[in-house]
């Protein structure tokens, strides 16, 4: 019998056996299953986190900053700033006649979370008449916008989802001040539903910021007319601001984000990935042990050490495969989809949905079939190594 052959043989006698072994054999699946199932609940986390982030960019509108900022809460800009950023080339002009820009406030305030009944940060967006225009995606699904000058609120549906008491019509105390919801608006799958927005100017009033803004937004007539804007902001003496695509600035608060997310996620699976590991290294070790008279049989008869070792391989593969599969079915049924909420850059909370996509379960998948490779290896060497002879007499 040829080489190819034994293998063959050897392999499917080592699967068919594993009902044999089955509470060790389960024991190992669950492990890895789990192994596989907490790595990719972090990952389909961050992924989604990503996703929210980068999905609230538009290439055509600017962002502007202070120089030397990397987010909001640490920018400042003047009215007189603002007002020379629509001069800027390459703005585009509303059905007003007037250059779409919109000065914007961002500050912190408490909400309680409806999973945790527990404060946490909540972002208040202070914007004006173009708030909606300069995001394309976002539109009023409830109610209305708020109407200048007062102390009223619309709330993204997103952080509706996840805090308590901001259903339209009612009250909510910031400080000493209290605001009405008046509407909800919908931004799918960005960064902004995780908002609340109210009338710029009373921000600035109650909040004690006079007229001062922290960013600005600016629709351009094309994401081609970026460069030229992006000079203009830095290069004017009573600017010196720094201008980038709203794409590229939520790029880069994903990427800084998603980081902190993924170094959580992968020790944490390293560390249960050694626990499984020992389990397959034992439920192998028993494997080759309960049949340490069949394969010296086997040797006897003429197979070769490289089949058994092959055969012991597979069948630890096997379990990880399975194993993985289960633990992947486990995250997309249990976890796929769902809203959830964590710190964003400007240490408030984002809400996005879980995601999970073919990229991760692959890093996932992975990791699962590492186990099996290592812990299919030195039990495979031992079964090669099998002295035939000796291991009948025993």
């Not at 692959?362 to 990791?367: H, S, Y």
């Amino acid at each position: 019998m040829s080489l190819m052959s034994q293998t063959r043989s050897v392999i499917a006698m080592n699967v068919r056996s594993i009902p044999q072994r089955l509470w060790m054999s389960v024991a190992t699946v669950v492990s890895i299953a789990l192994v596989v199932a907490v790595l990719l609940g972090f990952l389909s986390l961050a992924n989604g986190f990503n996703q929210t982030l980068k999905g609230s960019g538009a290439p055509d509108v600017a962002i502007v900053l202070r120089e030397g900022s990397e987010a909001e809460l640490n920018s400042t800009l003047s009215r007189e700033q603002v007002d020379l950023l629509g001069r800027g080339p390459g703005v585009k002009v509303g059905a007003d006649g007037r250059p779409i820009v919109s000065g914007e406030l961002f500050l912190v305030v408490d909400g309680i979370k409806k999973s945790s009944r527990t404060k946490a940060n909540m972002p208040l967006r202070g914007v004006g008449a173009n708030g909606l225009l300069v995001r394309k995606q976002a539109k009023i699904s409830q109610g209305r916008m708020f109407a200048p000058g007062s102390n009223e609120i619309v709330v993204g549906a997103g952080l509706l989802r996840e805090f308590e008491g901001f259903e339209l019509g009612k009250s909510v105390r910031f400080g000493a001040q209290t605001w009405r919801v008046v509407g909800v608006f919908e931004a799918p799958g960005t960064v902004f539903e995780s908002e609340l927005w109210a009338d710029a100017p009373v921000v600035q009033s109650l909040f004690k910021r006079g007229t001062s803004f922290q960013t600005a937004r600016v629709v351009l007539t094309s994401p081609a007319a970026l460069p030229a804007f992006e000079a203009y902001a830095k290069s004017e003496p009573r600017l010196q601001l720094k201008a980038q695509s709203e794409l590229a600035y939520y790029a880069a608060q994903a990427e800084r984000s998603g980081l902190l997310i993924r170094y959580f996620g992968w020790p944490l699976g390293i560390i249960m990935a050694i626990g499984a590991l020992a389990g397959a290294l034992n439920t192998m070790y028993a494997s080759v042990s309960s049949r340490a008279a069949e394969i010296a049989t086997l040797r006897v008869i003429g197979f070769s050490g490289f089949s058994a070792f092959m055969g012991t391989m597979v069948e630890a593969m096997v379990l990880s495969a399975i194993g993985a599969l289960l633990g992947v079915a486990i995250c997309a049924l249990g976890f796929n989809g769902l809203s959830a909420s964590t710190l964003g850059a400007g240490f408030t909370q984002v809400a996005f949905r879980v995601q999970i996509g073919p990229e991760i379960i692959g890093q996932a998948v992975t990791l699962a079939l590492i186990i099996g490779l290592l812990g299919g290896i030195f039990p495979g060497w031992r079964a090669a190594r099998q002295k035939p002879l000796l291991a009948l007499a025993a």
